[in-house]
Protein backbone atom coordinates (compact mmCIF):
# COMPACT_ATOMS: atom_id res chain seq x y z
CA UNK A 1 0.00 0.00 0.00
CA UNK A 2 2.73 2.31 0.80
CA UNK A 3 4.68 1.33 -2.07
CA UNK A 4 1.38 2.29 -4.09
CA UNK A 5 1.00 5.44 -2.74
CA UNK A 6 4.64 6.74 -3.41
CA UNK A 7 4.07 5.42 -6.79
CA UNK A 8 1.31 7.74 -7.39
CA UNK A 9 2.41 11.07 -9.33
CA UNK A 10 2.70 13.63 -6.60
CA UNK A 11 0.56 17.27 -8.01
CA UNK A 12 2.99 20.10 -8.57
CA UNK A 13 2.36 23.49 -7.01
CA UNK A 14 1.08 25.90 -9.25
CA UNK A 15 3.72 28.59 -11.47
CA UNK A 16 3.97 31.73 -10.89
CA UNK A 17 2.82 32.18 -14.34
CA UNK A 18 -0.45 30.21 -13.67
CA UNK A 19 -1.67 32.18 -10.95
CA UNK A 20 -0.72 35.49 -13.18
CA UNK A 21 -3.06 33.31 -15.44
CA UNK A 22 -6.08 32.83 -13.10
CA UNK A 23 -5.98 36.49 -11.74
CA UNK A 24 -5.88 37.80 -15.38
CA UNK A 25 -8.96 35.34 -15.99
CA UNK A 26 -11.10 36.50 -13.00
CA UNK A 27 -12.27 40.04 -14.01
CA UNK A 28 -13.37 38.49 -17.30
CA UNK A 29 -15.07 36.30 -15.35
CA UNK A 30 -16.94 38.60 -12.90
CA UNK A 31 -18.11 40.77 -16.00
CA UNK A 32 -18.90 37.83 -17.48
CA UNK A 33 -21.40 36.63 -14.72
CA UNK A 34 -22.37 40.10 -13.79
CA UNK A 35 -23.16 41.40 -17.43
CA UNK A 36 -24.12 38.37 -19.77
CA UNK A 37 -25.21 35.22 -17.26
CA UNK A 38 -26.97 37.41 -14.37
CA UNK A 39 -28.81 39.55 -17.52
CA UNK A 40 -29.62 36.77 -19.31
CA UNK A 41 -30.81 34.34 -16.74
CA UNK A 42 -32.58 37.17 -15.06
CA UNK A 43 -34.77 38.25 -18.53
CA UNK A 44 -35.32 34.16 -19.02
CA UNK A 45 -37.35 34.55 -15.73
CA UNK A 46 -39.25 37.53 -16.19
CA UNK A 47 -40.11 35.86 -19.04
CA UNK A 48 -41.43 32.43 -18.57
CA UNK A 49 -44.96 32.49 -18.20
CA UNK A 50 -46.63 31.65 -21.14
CA UNK A 51 -49.01 34.12 -20.79
CA UNK A 52 -46.99 37.02 -21.52
CA UNK A 53 -46.85 34.30 -25.24
CA UNK A 54 -50.13 34.31 -25.70
CA UNK A 55 -50.49 38.68 -25.31
CA UNK A 56 -47.22 39.03 -27.57
CA UNK A 57 -48.65 36.71 -30.73
CA UNK A 58 -51.99 38.46 -29.87
CA UNK A 59 -50.20 41.45 -30.56
CA UNK A 60 -50.58 43.21 -34.02
CA UNK A 61 -47.55 44.99 -34.07
CA UNK A 62 -45.63 41.11 -33.58
CA UNK A 63 -46.30 39.71 -36.46
CA UNK A 64 -45.74 42.88 -38.34
CA UNK A 65 -42.34 42.86 -36.54
CA UNK A 66 -41.58 39.26 -37.31
CA UNK A 67 -42.30 40.17 -41.43
CA UNK A 68 -40.41 43.25 -41.16
CA UNK A 69 -37.54 40.87 -39.81
CA UNK A 70 -37.60 38.43 -42.44
CA UNK A 71 -37.75 40.90 -45.09
CA UNK A 72 -34.47 42.95 -43.48
CA UNK A 73 -32.72 40.08 -43.02
CA UNK A 74 -33.26 38.23 -46.27
CA UNK A 75 -32.98 41.35 -48.58
CA UNK A 76 -30.46 43.01 -46.47
CA UNK A 77 -28.00 40.22 -46.50
CA UNK A 78 -28.30 39.09 -49.97
CA UNK A 79 -27.51 42.68 -51.36
CA UNK A 80 -25.11 43.50 -49.19
CA UNK A 81 -23.36 40.25 -49.81
CA UNK A 82 -23.59 40.10 -53.53
CA UNK A 83 -22.54 43.96 -53.40
CA UNK A 84 -19.67 42.87 -51.57
CA UNK A 85 -18.45 40.22 -53.62
CA UNK A 86 -18.16 42.17 -56.58
CA UNK A 87 -16.61 45.09 -54.93
CA UNK A 88 -13.81 42.56 -53.59
CA UNK A 89 -13.43 42.16 -57.23
CA UNK A 90 -12.71 45.75 -57.78
CA UNK A 91 -10.52 46.28 -55.18
CA UNK A 92 -8.19 44.01 -55.91
CA UNK A 93 -6.71 45.84 -58.73
CA UNK A 94 -3.27 47.84 -57.68
CA UNK A 95 -3.69 50.84 -59.36
CA UNK A 96 -2.89 54.06 -57.09
CA UNK A 97 -6.60 55.45 -57.52
CA UNK A 98 -8.46 52.30 -56.28
CA UNK A 99 -6.32 52.51 -53.03
CA UNK A 100 -7.42 56.06 -52.40
CA UNK A 101 -10.94 55.17 -52.90
CA UNK A 102 -10.94 51.86 -50.90
CA UNK A 103 -9.83 54.32 -47.95
CA UNK A 104 -12.76 56.31 -48.66
CA UNK A 105 -14.84 53.34 -48.71
CA UNK A 106 -13.78 52.10 -45.33
CA UNK A 107 -14.41 55.42 -43.81
CA UNK A 108 -19.00 54.27 -43.17
CA UNK A 109 -17.93 51.34 -41.57
CA UNK A 110 -15.01 53.22 -38.95
CA UNK A 111 -17.04 56.15 -38.36
CA UNK A 112 -19.29 55.71 -35.02
CA UNK A 113 -23.17 54.60 -35.77
CA UNK A 114 -24.98 56.61 -33.48
CA UNK A 115 -24.32 60.16 -34.78
CA UNK A 116 -23.62 59.01 -38.60
CA UNK A 117 -27.33 57.52 -38.69
CA UNK A 118 -29.05 60.48 -36.55
CA UNK A 119 -26.82 63.20 -39.82
CA UNK A 120 -28.96 60.53 -42.19
CA UNK A 121 -32.24 61.20 -39.75
CA UNK A 122 -31.65 64.91 -39.72
CA UNK A 123 -30.88 64.95 -44.03
CA UNK A 124 -34.33 62.93 -44.68
CA UNK A 125 -36.55 65.42 -42.54
CA UNK A 126 -39.40 66.56 -44.75
CA UNK A 127 -39.37 70.31 -43.81
CA UNK A 128 -35.88 71.51 -43.37
CA UNK A 129 -33.90 68.33 -44.14
CA UNK A 130 -30.51 68.93 -46.93
CA UNK A 131 -32.42 66.39 -49.43
CA UNK A 132 -35.49 67.31 -49.45
CA UNK A 133 -34.02 71.10 -49.48
CA UNK A 134 -32.49 69.95 -52.46
CA UNK A 135 -35.11 68.90 -54.42
CA UNK A 136 -37.24 72.23 -53.98
CA UNK A 137 -34.42 74.02 -55.22
CA UNK A 138 -34.00 71.72 -58.23
CA UNK A 139 -37.57 71.11 -59.17
CA UNK A 140 -39.10 73.04 -57.05
CA UNK A 141 -41.52 70.50 -55.36
CA UNK A 142 -41.55 69.41 -52.14
CA UNK A 143 -39.95 66.12 -51.78
CA UNK A 144 -41.24 62.96 -50.25
CA UNK A 145 -41.96 62.50 -46.22
CA UNK A 146 -39.56 59.68 -46.27
CA UNK A 147 -39.73 58.47 -42.55
CA UNK A 148 -43.58 58.40 -42.49
CA UNK A 149 -43.81 55.47 -45.05
CA UNK A 150 -43.99 52.46 -43.90
CA UNK A 151 -42.56 50.88 -46.50
CA UNK A 152 -40.16 53.88 -47.52
CA UNK A 153 -39.27 53.93 -44.26
CA UNK A 154 -37.84 50.24 -43.85
CA UNK A 155 -36.10 50.47 -47.00
CA UNK A 156 -33.93 53.40 -46.12
CA UNK A 157 -33.24 51.66 -42.60
CA UNK A 158 -32.01 48.40 -44.76
CA UNK A 159 -30.11 51.10 -47.08
CA UNK A 160 -28.64 52.52 -43.75
CA UNK A 161 -27.59 48.83 -42.98
CA UNK A 162 -26.24 47.59 -45.89
CA UNK A 163 -23.83 51.20 -46.53
CA UNK A 164 -22.45 50.95 -42.45
CA UNK A 165 -21.76 47.15 -42.87
CA UNK A 166 -20.77 46.73 -46.51
CA UNK A 167 -17.30 47.79 -46.30
CA UNK A 168 -16.13 45.22 -43.58
CA UNK A 169 -17.70 42.31 -45.52
CA UNK A 170 -15.96 43.88 -48.50
CA UNK A 171 -12.71 43.25 -46.59
CA UNK A 172 -13.48 40.20 -45.32
CA UNK A 173 -14.33 38.70 -49.22
CA UNK A 174 -11.14 40.95 -50.25
CA UNK A 175 -8.77 38.94 -48.32
CA UNK A 176 -10.43 35.55 -49.40
CA UNK A 177 -9.76 36.79 -53.28
CA UNK A 178 -5.95 37.58 -52.02
CA UNK A 179 -5.90 33.98 -50.65
CA UNK A 180 -6.44 32.51 -54.36
CA UNK A 181 -2.73 31.99 -56.02
CA UNK A 182 -2.29 34.37 -59.10
CA UNK A 183 -0.95 31.63 -61.30
CA UNK A 184 -4.33 29.91 -61.58
CA UNK A 185 -5.54 32.95 -63.00
CA UNK A 186 -2.33 33.01 -64.77
CA UNK A 187 -3.03 29.74 -66.20
CA UNK A 188 -6.12 30.06 -67.40
CA UNK A 189 -5.40 33.73 -69.27
CA UNK A 190 -3.28 31.52 -71.28
CA UNK A 191 -6.12 28.83 -71.73
CA UNK A 192 -8.44 31.87 -73.16
CA UNK A 193 -10.74 31.81 -70.22
CA UNK A 194 -13.26 34.77 -70.10
CA UNK A 195 -13.35 36.98 -66.82
CA UNK A 196 -16.92 35.21 -65.99
CA UNK A 197 -15.31 31.52 -66.91
CA UNK A 198 -12.14 32.53 -64.18
CA UNK A 199 -14.90 33.86 -61.37
CA UNK A 200 -17.05 30.69 -62.29
CA UNK A 201 -14.15 27.95 -62.02
CA UNK A 202 -11.48 29.79 -59.98
CA UNK A 203 -12.93 32.92 -57.92
CA UNK A 204 -16.25 31.00 -56.98
CA UNK A 205 -14.93 27.54 -55.98
CA UNK A 206 -12.10 29.15 -53.85
CA UNK A 207 -14.17 31.79 -51.87
CA UNK A 208 -17.88 29.84 -51.52
CA UNK A 209 -16.79 28.39 -47.82
CA UNK A 210 -15.99 31.94 -46.92
CA UNK A 211 -19.00 33.58 -48.75
CA UNK A 212 -21.37 30.77 -47.15
CA UNK A 213 -20.20 31.88 -43.43
CA UNK A 214 -19.52 35.33 -43.76
CA UNK A 215 -23.43 35.03 -45.21
CA UNK A 216 -24.14 32.87 -42.04
CA UNK A 217 -22.72 35.33 -39.66
CA UNK A 218 -23.79 38.60 -41.32
CA UNK A 219 -27.63 37.10 -40.93
CA UNK A 220 -26.71 37.02 -37.26
CA UNK A 221 -25.39 40.36 -37.25
CA UNK A 222 -28.44 41.58 -38.89
CA UNK A 223 -31.04 40.06 -36.67
CA UNK A 224 -29.02 41.96 -33.87
CA UNK A 225 -29.20 44.91 -35.43
CA UNK A 226 -30.83 47.84 -33.53
CA UNK A 227 -29.13 51.01 -34.22
CA UNK A 228 -30.47 51.46 -38.28
CA UNK A 229 -34.25 50.69 -37.55
CA UNK A 230 -34.35 52.34 -33.69
CA UNK A 231 -32.35 55.57 -34.85
CA UNK A 232 -33.88 56.13 -38.18
CA UNK A 233 -37.18 55.38 -37.77
CA UNK A 234 -37.69 54.97 -34.21
CA UNK A 235 -39.91 51.77 -35.07
CA UNK A 236 -42.73 54.51 -36.94
CA UNK A 237 -44.88 55.60 -38.20
CA UNK A 238 -47.45 53.94 -35.86
CA UNK A 239 -45.15 51.25 -35.16
CA UNK A 240 -44.72 49.77 -38.35
CA UNK A 241 -41.30 49.27 -39.01
CA UNK A 242 -40.13 47.68 -35.84
CA UNK A 243 -37.76 44.19 -36.63
CA UNK A 244 -36.92 41.78 -33.24
CA UNK A 245 -34.26 43.42 -32.73
CA UNK A 246 -36.13 46.78 -31.52
CA UNK A 247 -39.74 45.94 -30.51
CA UNK A 248 -38.38 45.14 -26.75
CA UNK A 249 -38.03 48.83 -26.56
CA UNK A 250 -41.57 49.36 -27.58
CA UNK A 251 -42.94 47.17 -24.94
CA UNK A 252 -40.53 48.70 -22.20
CA UNK A 253 -41.46 52.24 -22.64
CA UNK A 254 -45.26 50.75 -22.70
CA UNK A 255 -43.67 49.85 -19.15
CA UNK A 256 -44.44 45.55 -20.06
CA UNK A 257 -41.14 44.52 -19.27
CA UNK A 258 -42.08 40.59 -19.63
CA UNK A 259 -43.14 40.98 -23.07
CA UNK A 260 -40.07 42.65 -23.73
CA UNK A 261 -38.14 39.92 -22.21
CA UNK A 262 -40.52 37.34 -24.24
CA UNK A 263 -40.15 39.27 -27.27
CA UNK A 264 -36.71 38.80 -27.02
CA UNK A 265 -36.97 34.82 -26.31
CA UNK A 266 -39.00 34.23 -29.43
CA UNK A 267 -35.89 35.75 -32.09
CA UNK A 268 -33.98 32.53 -30.10
CA UNK A 269 -35.42 30.20 -32.28
CA UNK A 270 -34.49 32.71 -35.29
CA UNK A 271 -31.06 33.12 -34.20
CA UNK A 272 -29.80 29.46 -32.55
CA UNK A 273 -29.68 27.77 -35.60
CA UNK A 274 -28.01 30.19 -37.64
CA UNK A 275 -24.94 29.97 -34.85
CA UNK A 276 -25.29 25.90 -34.82
CA UNK A 277 -24.38 26.30 -38.56
CA UNK A 278 -22.09 28.46 -38.12
CA UNK A 279 -20.29 26.59 -35.50
CA UNK A 280 -20.18 23.43 -37.73
CA UNK A 281 -18.71 25.08 -40.55
CA UNK A 282 -16.13 26.76 -38.64
CA UNK A 283 -15.50 23.08 -36.80
CA UNK A 284 -14.51 21.85 -40.66
Known sequence: MAQAIAAMPSRRPASTWQNWGRLMVLPYIVVFLLLVLYPVSYGLYLARDPQNYVKLFADPVFFRTAINTLIFVVVAVNIKMVIALGLSGFFIHTRWWIKIVAMLFILPWAVPSIPTILSVRFMLNP??????TLIFNLTFKDGPNWLNDPT???????????????????????????????????AASVDGAT?????????????KGIYLTSTLLSMIWTLGDF???????GGGPADLTHVLATLGIRYLRLDQIELAMASIVVALPFVLPLVYVMMKRLSK
Not at 156 to 175: C, G
Not at 227 to 233: A, E, F, G, I, M
Open 227 to 233: NSVYLLT
Open 127 to 132: EWGVIN
Open 195 to 207: RWQKFRFITWPSM
Open 152 to 186: LALSLSMTMHIWKSLPFWTLILLAGRMAIPSEQYE
